[in-house]
């Protein structure tokens, strides 16, 4: 079965950065994309940042030139650096994953929480 474990987040000061990571684990074939998602209070789940196997990248106009999307294929892991955040981005952080074991799924982490305030 496959899992997505994620790791990072917490609380920090506007103008601070924090990491996050999330690895995929079980029975793989293939790993397509992967992305994080996050999700504030009384909003809808949105993308902020995308990133393909063949490490072609896609982010939120909000985010951009402040995160920062990578992976390591070789672990099967996807981090997401977010530098000069801003109390905007307080949210839960959710990890997500275009997945082939058996069949072709899309698979999400638990969540992480990201707060910024001062």
């Known amino acids: 079965q496959v899992q997505l474990m994620e790791s990072g987040g917490g609380f920090v000061q506007p103008g601070g950065s924090l990491s996050l990571s999330c690895a995929a684990s079980g029975n793989i074939f293939s790993l397509n994309a992967m992305g994080w998602y996050r999700q504030a209070p009384g909003t809808q789940r949105e993308l902020v940042a995308a990133?393909?196997?063949?490490?072609?990248?896609t982010y939120a106009d909000s985010v951009k030139g402040r995160f920062t999307i990578s992976r390591d294929n070789a672990k099967n892991t996807v981090y997401l650096q977010m530098n000069s955040l801003k109390p905007e981005d307080t949210a839960v952080y959710y990890c997500n994953a275009d997945i082939y074991d058996a069949t072709r799924q899309i698979y999400w982490g638990q969540g992480t929480q990201v707060t910024v305030s001062s």
């Open positions: 990133i393909t196997s063949g490490g072609t990248t």
